[in-house]
C-alpha cells in the first residue's frame, strides 16, 4: 500500500514539468504558433533556474528566473516567425539546438553544484492521512499550482473574452485582423507566455525535482510536451490527464526496477518514449478527429498587408 502511495507521488511530481511545458505549448498553438524549440526552452529555463536559486537561496527566484529566461528566448522566436516570417518548423529547431548548446555552456560552472535540501511541504491536517496523505497531499506547492494553473486555462480559452479571441486568432487570423485584433502582437504575447511556462518547467527540474544541474538534463521532456499537445486534442484539462500519464511511465521504470524486474535498464529508460509514440499512432488512426480540434491556422504565416 505504502509503495503504491510513494508511486502515485512520484508520478504527480514527474509529470508537472510536462505539464507545465504543455500547457505553455497549448497556448502557443491555440494562438496558431508551432514552437519546436520547446526541448531548449526547458534546458534555458533550467540552467538559469538553478543558477538563480544556486545565488539567492531562494527556490522562487529560479523558478522566476527560468521563466524569464525562456520568455525572452521566446520573444526573439517569436518575432523572427511572425514578423519575419520564418519558417515556424526550422526556426523553433534551431531555438532547440541553441538551448542546449547555450545551457551547456552556461551550466559548466554549475555541474556538480547542489541546491540546499529542499523543504518537505505537507497540506495541513490532510498530509496525515494515511495513503491518501503521502500520494496526494505531500507535495511542492507547484504540483497543486499546475493543477489550477490548467483549470484556470480551460476556464479561460472557454469562458472569456479574450480567450475567445485568442482562439479566433489561431483558428482565423485573417478574420481577427479584419475585426480590428492586432494578431502579430497577440501571437507574440502567447509565443511569450507559452516561453515562460516552458521556462519555469525547466526551473522546477533543476531546483525542485532533482535539484541540480546537469547537462540535457531535460531528457526529452520538450518533445513529450509537444506530443502531449496532439494527445489531449488542444485541450488544457487533457494535457493534465497526458502528462500524468506520462509521468506514471516514466517512475514505472524506476519502480520495477526497485521490485527487481529483470529487464534491460535500456528497456526501461526507452518506455516513456515507446509510450509517446504508441498514443500518437492511435491518435492518428483518426486524422478527421485531429483536424476538427486542431487550430486551422496552426503554423502558417500571416500577412496583415497581402
Known sequence: MNETALLIAAMLASGTPLAIAGLGLLINEKAGVVNLGAEGLLLMGAVSGFAAAF????????????????????????????????????????????????????????????????????????????????????????????????????????????????????????????????????????VACGGALCGVAGAYLSTVYTPLWVEGMVAGRGWIALALTVFATWRPLRILAGAYLFGGVTMLQLHLQGMGVQLPSQFLSMLPYLATIVVLVLISRNPLWLRQNMPASLGKPFHPNA
Not at 504540483?143 to 480567450?163: E, K, L, N, Q, S
Open 55 to 190: 545565488h539567492t537561496g531562494s527556490t522562487l527566484a529560479g523558478l522566476a528566473a527560468g521563466g524569464l529566461v525562456a520568455a525572452l528566448v521566446a520573444v526573439v522566436f517569436g518575432w523572427l516567425v511572425i514578423w519575419i516570417n520564418a519558417n515556424q518548423y526550422a526556426t523553433g529547431l534551431a531555438v532547440s539546438l541553441f538551448g542546449g548548446g547555450c545551457s551547456a555552456f552556461v551550466g559548466v560552472a554549475y555541474v556538480g553544484q547542489k541546491l540546499a535540501a529542499p523543504v518537505s511541504w505537507s497540506v495541513p491536517v490532510l498530509g496525515d492521512l494515511p495513503f491518501v496523505g503521502p500520494a496526494l497531499f505531500q507535495h511542492h506547492p507547484m504540483v497543486y499550482a499546475t493543477v489550477v494553473a490548467v483549470i484556470a486555462a480551460a476556464w479561460f480559452f472557454d469562458r472569456t473574452r479574450a480567450g475567445l479571441v485568442l482562439r479566433a486568432v489561431g483558428e482565423s487570423p485573417e478574420s481577427a485582423h479584419a475585426l480590428g485584433y492586432p494578431v502579430r502582437l497577440l501571437r507574440l504575447a502567447a
